[in-house]
Protein backbone atom coordinates (compact mmCIF):
# COMPACT_ATOMS: atom_id res chain seq x y z
CA UNK A 1 0.00 0.00 0.00
CA UNK A 2 1.59 2.96 -1.47
CA UNK A 3 -1.24 5.48 -0.67
CA UNK A 4 -1.16 8.56 1.10
CA UNK A 5 -4.99 10.17 1.47
CA UNK A 6 -6.23 13.45 1.70
CA UNK A 7 -9.89 14.43 2.90
CA UNK A 8 -11.59 16.37 1.94
CA UNK A 9 -10.88 16.52 -1.92
CA UNK A 10 -12.75 19.70 -2.52
CA UNK A 11 -12.74 22.87 0.03
CA UNK A 12 -14.52 26.70 -0.42
CA UNK A 13 -14.11 28.05 2.77
CA UNK A 14 -14.95 32.30 3.50
CA UNK A 15 -11.80 35.03 4.68
CA UNK A 16 -13.43 34.53 8.65
CA UNK A 17 -13.97 30.38 8.74
CA UNK A 18 -11.55 28.05 10.66
CA UNK A 19 -11.55 24.66 8.75
CA UNK A 20 -8.70 21.52 8.56
CA UNK A 21 -7.34 19.92 5.80
CA UNK A 22 -6.69 16.34 6.61
CA UNK A 23 -3.98 13.81 5.56
CA UNK A 24 -3.72 10.03 6.14
CA UNK A 25 -0.63 7.42 5.18
CA UNK A 26 -0.15 3.56 6.73
CA UNK A 27 3.36 2.59 5.43
CA UNK A 28 5.16 3.55 8.23
CA UNK A 29 6.72 6.68 7.14
CA UNK A 30 7.80 8.83 9.76
CA UNK A 31 8.23 12.12 8.10
CA UNK A 32 5.22 13.57 6.51
CA UNK A 33 5.18 17.21 4.42
CA UNK A 34 2.68 19.79 3.23
CA UNK A 35 3.51 21.57 -0.06
CA UNK A 36 1.11 24.28 -1.70
CA UNK A 37 0.78 24.58 -5.41
CA UNK A 38 -0.65 27.60 -7.03
CA UNK A 39 -2.23 26.91 -10.78
CA UNK A 40 0.41 26.47 -13.66
CA UNK A 41 3.63 26.34 -10.62
CA UNK A 42 5.24 23.37 -9.48
CA UNK A 43 4.71 22.29 -5.89
CA UNK A 44 6.52 24.42 -3.03
CA UNK A 45 7.12 22.91 0.17
CA UNK A 46 5.41 24.24 3.26
CA UNK A 47 5.96 21.96 6.42
CA UNK A 48 8.20 18.81 7.14
CA UNK A 49 7.19 16.69 10.43
CA UNK A 50 9.90 13.96 11.42
CA UNK A 51 9.24 11.76 14.26
CA UNK A 52 6.13 13.73 14.75
CA UNK A 53 7.93 17.15 15.44
CA UNK A 54 7.52 19.91 13.27
CA UNK A 55 11.31 20.33 11.27
CA UNK A 56 11.03 22.49 8.99
CA UNK A 57 8.70 25.94 8.36
CA UNK A 58 9.25 27.48 5.33
CA UNK A 59 8.40 30.65 6.43
CA UNK A 60 4.50 30.34 6.52
CA UNK A 61 2.16 32.54 8.07
CA UNK A 62 0.48 31.77 11.18
CA UNK A 63 -3.14 31.17 9.41
CA UNK A 64 -1.31 28.23 8.54
CA UNK A 65 -1.00 26.08 11.63
CA UNK A 66 0.38 22.34 11.05
CA UNK A 67 -0.43 19.45 13.48
CA UNK A 68 0.24 16.09 13.63
CA UNK A 69 -1.01 13.98 15.83
CA UNK A 70 0.31 10.69 15.52
CA UNK A 71 2.69 9.07 13.06
CA UNK A 72 0.13 8.03 10.45
CA UNK A 73 -1.90 11.49 10.43
CA UNK A 74 -1.58 15.32 9.09
CA UNK A 75 -3.83 17.70 9.67
CA UNK A 76 -3.09 21.46 8.70
CA UNK A 77 -5.43 24.39 10.08
CA UNK A 78 -6.90 26.59 8.44
CA UNK A 79 -7.93 30.10 9.65
CA UNK A 80 -8.17 33.60 8.48
CA UNK A 81 -7.30 32.69 4.91
CA UNK A 82 -6.87 34.90 2.04
CA UNK A 83 -8.17 34.63 -1.35
CA UNK A 84 -4.48 34.39 -2.54
CA UNK A 85 -4.33 31.41 -0.27
CA UNK A 86 -6.50 29.50 -2.93
CA UNK A 87 -4.59 26.35 -4.35
CA UNK A 88 -4.15 22.81 -4.06
CA UNK A 89 -2.70 21.43 -0.48
CA UNK A 90 -0.32 18.31 -1.24
CA UNK A 91 0.62 15.98 1.30
CA UNK A 92 3.12 13.51 1.35
CA UNK A 93 5.34 10.94 3.46
CA UNK A 94 8.69 9.50 3.08
CA UNK A 95 10.80 6.91 5.22
CA UNK A 96 13.67 8.82 7.35
CA UNK A 97 16.83 8.06 8.26
CA UNK A 98 20.83 6.92 7.58
CA UNK A 99 20.18 4.94 4.18
CA UNK A 100 16.93 5.27 3.24
CA UNK A 101 16.07 6.28 -0.09
CA UNK A 102 13.51 8.98 1.45
CA UNK A 103 11.15 8.73 -1.84
CA UNK A 104 8.00 10.55 -1.16
CA UNK A 105 4.67 9.50 -1.79
CA UNK A 106 2.21 12.21 -2.58
CA UNK A 107 -1.79 12.50 -1.83
CA UNK A 108 -4.13 13.82 -4.69
CA UNK A 109 -4.50 17.14 -3.09
CA UNK A 110 -6.98 19.47 -1.86
CA UNK A 111 -8.54 21.50 -3.68
CA UNK A 112 -9.27 25.02 -1.39
CA UNK A 113 -10.60 28.04 -2.77
CA UNK A 114 -10.85 31.12 -0.54
CA UNK A 115 -13.97 33.40 -1.25
CA UNK B 1 20.25 22.06 -3.12
CA UNK B 2 21.79 22.16 -7.07
CA UNK B 3 19.51 24.25 -9.51
CA UNK B 4 18.56 22.48 -12.55
CA UNK B 5 17.60 23.52 -16.04
CA UNK B 6 14.83 21.59 -17.88
CA UNK B 7 13.00 22.41 -21.46
CA UNK B 8 9.62 24.39 -20.73
CA UNK B 9 7.68 21.55 -23.12
CA UNK B 10 8.18 18.73 -25.56
CA UNK B 11 6.34 16.56 -27.55
CA UNK B 12 6.47 12.94 -28.53
CA UNK B 13 4.64 10.50 -30.61
CA UNK B 14 3.00 7.68 -28.86
CA UNK B 15 5.11 4.84 -28.82
CA UNK B 16 8.30 6.20 -29.45
CA UNK B 17 10.93 6.59 -26.76
CA UNK B 18 10.53 9.79 -24.61
CA UNK B 19 14.13 11.53 -23.77
CA UNK B 20 13.86 14.21 -21.09
CA UNK B 21 17.16 16.62 -20.66
CA UNK B 22 18.22 18.07 -17.59
CA UNK B 23 20.82 20.04 -16.79
CA UNK B 24 22.41 20.24 -13.41
CA UNK B 25 25.90 21.70 -13.43
CA UNK B 26 26.46 22.63 -9.86
CA UNK B 27 25.53 19.28 -8.71
CA UNK B 28 27.74 18.21 -5.16
CA UNK B 29 29.15 15.27 -4.89
CA UNK B 30 26.39 13.70 -2.16
CA UNK B 31 23.57 14.65 -4.11
CA UNK B 32 21.25 12.44 -6.23
CA UNK B 33 19.14 13.05 -9.02
CA UNK B 34 15.50 12.46 -8.64
CA UNK B 35 12.72 12.46 -11.32
CA UNK B 36 9.18 12.95 -10.76
CA UNK B 37 5.95 13.76 -12.19
CA UNK B 38 2.80 15.05 -12.40
CA UNK B 39 -0.49 14.07 -14.54
CA UNK B 40 -3.03 16.63 -14.20
CA UNK B 41 -5.00 17.42 -11.16
CA UNK B 42 -2.82 14.36 -9.24
CA UNK B 43 -0.12 14.69 -6.57
CA UNK B 44 3.33 14.21 -8.11
CA UNK B 45 4.43 10.40 -8.82
CA UNK B 46 8.21 9.24 -7.72
CA UNK B 47 9.61 7.52 -11.03
CA UNK B 48 13.40 6.91 -10.65
CA UNK B 49 16.54 8.35 -8.55
CA UNK B 50 20.40 7.89 -8.90
CA UNK B 51 23.48 9.26 -8.04
CA UNK B 52 26.44 8.58 -10.62
CA UNK B 53 25.37 5.19 -12.28
CA UNK B 54 22.69 4.60 -14.87
CA UNK B 55 19.19 3.16 -13.76
CA UNK B 56 16.35 1.50 -15.08
CA UNK B 57 13.19 0.14 -13.41
CA UNK B 58 9.73 -0.37 -14.39
CA UNK B 59 8.78 3.35 -15.41
CA UNK B 60 11.94 4.24 -17.03
CA UNK B 61 15.73 4.42 -17.19
CA UNK B 62 18.05 7.57 -15.91
CA UNK B 63 21.48 8.10 -17.51
CA UNK B 64 23.87 10.35 -15.99
CA UNK B 65 26.48 11.66 -17.87
CA UNK B 66 30.21 10.79 -16.33
CA UNK B 67 30.40 14.06 -15.28
CA UNK B 68 27.00 14.02 -13.04
CA UNK B 69 26.37 17.67 -15.06
CA UNK B 70 23.17 16.56 -16.80
CA UNK B 71 20.93 13.39 -17.28
CA UNK B 72 18.41 12.31 -18.82
CA UNK B 73 15.05 10.51 -18.41
CA UNK B 74 14.00 8.05 -20.93
CA UNK B 75 10.22 6.72 -21.15
CA UNK B 76 10.91 3.90 -23.79
CA UNK B 77 7.33 3.64 -25.31
CA UNK B 78 5.30 6.47 -24.50
CA UNK B 79 1.93 6.39 -24.01
CA UNK B 80 -1.03 8.83 -23.72
CA UNK B 81 -0.73 8.22 -19.93
CA UNK B 82 2.60 9.86 -20.19
CA UNK B 83 1.20 13.30 -20.69
CA UNK B 84 2.24 15.20 -17.70
CA UNK B 85 5.08 17.72 -16.09
CA UNK B 86 8.29 15.91 -15.40
CA UNK B 87 10.59 16.95 -12.68
CA UNK B 88 14.03 17.02 -12.13
CA UNK B 89 15.29 17.86 -8.51
CA UNK B 90 18.50 17.35 -6.86
CA UNK B 91 19.10 16.53 -3.65
CA UNK B 92 21.03 15.09 -0.84
CA UNK B 93 20.24 11.71 -0.05
CA UNK B 94 18.53 11.97 3.40
CA UNK B 95 17.42 15.22 2.94
CA UNK B 96 14.08 16.09 3.79
CA UNK B 97 13.36 18.85 1.77
CA UNK B 98 12.04 18.37 -2.06
CA UNK B 99 12.32 22.07 -4.18
CA UNK B 100 10.67 20.81 -7.49
CA UNK B 101 11.74 23.37 -10.49
CA UNK B 102 9.23 24.45 -13.54
CA UNK B 103 9.41 20.98 -14.73
CA UNK B 104 9.08 19.60 -18.41
CA UNK B 105 5.37 19.61 -20.24
CA UNK B 106 5.78 16.45 -21.94
CA UNK B 107 2.37 15.66 -24.15
CA UNK B 108 2.20 12.02 -26.05
CA UNK B 109 0.61 12.92 -29.36
CA UNK B 110 -1.28 10.18 -31.01
Known amino acids: DTEVTQTPKHLVMGMTNKKSLKCEQH?????MYWYKQKAKKPPELMFV???????INESVPSRFSPECPNSSLLNLHLHALQPEDSALYLC??????????????FGAGTRLSVL | DAKTTQPTSMDCAEGRAANLPCNHS???????VYWYRQIHSQGPQYIIH???NNETNEMASLIITEDRKSSTLILPHATLRDTAVYYC???????????FGTGTRLTVIP
Open chain 2, 26 to 32: TISGNEY
Open chain 2, 89 to 99: IVRVAGANNLF
Open chain 1, 49 to 55: YSYEKLS
Open chain 1, 92 to 105: ASSQVGRGAKNIQY
Open chain 2, 50 to 52: GLK
Open chain 1, 27 to 31: MGHRA
